[in-house]
């Protein structure tokens, strides 16, 4: 009989305990893949006297001390899926200098402070393997990571927050505002009783770190990220989009190009947007995620999944655990990190993006050609305008017609640099005939 390979898992929560229970359902046809049994050497988590229902595994496997598990002499392999930067951070670490390889599902950490992770894992002669850390069961990361290695990847377009994409799904379907959709996201389990991570970005953030890091070949932190989450996505906002044809979805967005001063460099950013509902990404619904991947000579690729849940993740922390293994047992390692183009960040303002205005404004003789006067001194060209709605003045009927009532204006721009928008936008709300900005989105996908 072969020596088996040795885990250490580390966390036992959602992901973990469905680690557990395929290591256990799965063992017979794991140890053929592996050509050795997978055997787990212990369990760290918080709470040594947590119920863990019917896991089929050892109670005598659990400990508190993750750090003491994972230096253990008899551990070959580290799985990481409690969270967090610290102390996962220092277990990691610890492990691969070890030359003990780690499978981690952790993309806060990834997108963090990545690049300690890597140069361990290079120290150490270890793997570092984190297929999980992005949209959960989707095989994107091994597709960048190796699959797409002898092409040039120019832009990443995703939905990678399962939580947020059902939020903005019902707020489709049923007409509801934000807040309501996040209560029922709550009660079906889908949002976190804190959501803030989801809702504010941050989670889709820490994802967009990760795949231009791999799509591009160069370290991306989350502090790279221009993010914004969903809270000030209105019904309003959906029906306007609606209204255009368009859905919104929160979007992540990576890409590679020439700045302003004609240097390559990456793009990342994470933000609602209106998109045409013909785009592929519009018909993406519920908790579902999607990656949309342009290429120089494979073209356009969809990968579409589970992104979140129990067994959905622990899919892919097991493909990354057998490749690992194989590895351990032929001496091996894949090849590491490859961040060799080191291309800059461009700042968020050099981003080329469309924008959807709607303005409440005078309705009055000159107002449109004040209003579209702001957008040409800003070098922004208008694509579409079109009057939503407009009231009728005094209800007497005695004042000058198109006079002392509101109209609400919708503008579409072309494609324009974010930061002359932003600056079109700032200098419609000191206008006096404009009497508030009823919102402002970003229009990707469609004709520029
Ligand atoms: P959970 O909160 O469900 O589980 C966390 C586990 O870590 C628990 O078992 C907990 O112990 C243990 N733990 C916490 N702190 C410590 C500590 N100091 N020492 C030892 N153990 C500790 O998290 P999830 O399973 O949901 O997520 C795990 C990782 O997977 C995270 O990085 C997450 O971002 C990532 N991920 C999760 C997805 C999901 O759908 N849930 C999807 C994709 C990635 P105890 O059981 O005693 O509380
Ligand atoms: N909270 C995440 C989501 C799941 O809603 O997609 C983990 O990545």
Same mark, same amino acid.
Request: charged share 20%.
């Given at each position: ?8 898992? &580390? ?11 395929? !290591? ?50 008899? /551990? ?21 200098? $070890? ?17 300690? &992770? ?14 999980? $850390? ?6 994107? &990361? ?134 045409? /509902? ?39 922390? !097991? ?32 981003? /080329? ?96």
């Amino acid at each position: 009989m072969t020596k088996p390979v040795r885990l250490a898992l &580390l966390g036992c929560g959602t992901v973990g305990a469905e680690v557990v229970r395929l !290591l256990h359902e799965q063992a017979a046809d794991l140890t053929a893949r592996v050509g050795a049994p997978l055997e787990l050497a212990g369990i760290a988590v918080r709470r040594i006297t947590r119920d863990r229902g019917t896991l089929p595994v050892d109670p005598d496997l659990f400990t508190t001390d993750a750090l003491g598990l994972v230096k253990r002499d008899d /551990v070959d392999l580290v799985i990481e899926v409690v969270g967090g930067i610290e102390p996962a951070r220092t277990w990691l670490v610890e492990a691969m200098r $070890a030359g003990k390889s780690v499978v981690t599902a952790n993309k806060a950490l990834l997108a963090e402070d990545g690049g300690t &992770l890597h140069d361990a894992a290079a120290e150490g002669g270890a793997d570092l393997y984190y297929e999980a $850390a992005v949209a959960g069961a989707i095989p994107l &990361l091994r597709s960048l990571r190796e699959s797409l290695h002898g092409d040039t990847i120019s832009r990443v377009t995703g939905i990678v927050n399962g939580t947020t994409n059902f939020i903005l799904s019902a707020m489709d379907a049923t007409g509801a505002g934000f807040t309501e959709a996040l209560d029922e996201a709550t009660e079906l389990g889908y949002a976190e009783a804190d959501p803030t991570a989801d809702v504010e970005g941050f989670d889709a953030a820490a994802k967009a770190a990760i795949l231009a890091s791999l799509a591009f070949h160069t370290r991306v932190t989350a502090a790279d990220v221009h993010r914004e989450g969903i809270t000030e996505v209105t019904a309003a906002d959906m029906a306007s989009a609606k209204a255009m044809g368009c859905t919104i979805k929160l979007l992540c967005i990576a890409s590679r190009g020439p700045d302003s001063r004609g240097t390559e460099s990456v793009s990342v950013r994470v933000h609602p947007a209106m998109i045409p /509902v013909s785009h592929p990404l519009a018909s993406v619904g519920d908790a579902f995620n999607a990656v949309f991947v342009e290429a120089a000579a494979a073209g356009q690729l969809m990968f579409y999944g589970r992104g979140a849940g129990g067994a959905p993740t622990a899919s892919a922390v !097991l493909g990354d655990v057998v490749a690992a293994a194989r590895n351990h047992l032929a001496g091996v390692r894949t090849p590491s990190e490859s961040s060799y183009a080191a291309l800059p960040i461009r700042p968020m303002g050099e981003a /080329v993006t469309r924008y959807h205005i709607s303005l409440d404004v005078a309705d009055r003789p000159g107002v449109l050609a004040a209003v579209a006067g702001v957008f040409a001194r800003h070098d922004v060209s208008i694509a579409t305008v079109r009057q939503a709605s407009a009231s009728a003045g005094p209800a007497d009927g005695t004042g000058p017609v198109g006079r002392g009532g509101d109209a609400i204006l919708v503008i579409v721009t072309h494609v324009a640099p974010d930061a002359a928008l932003a600056a079109t936008v700032e200098e419609l709300r000191g206008l006096e005939i404009v009497r508030s900005i009823a919102s402002v989105l970003r229009v990707e996908g469609g004709s520029r």
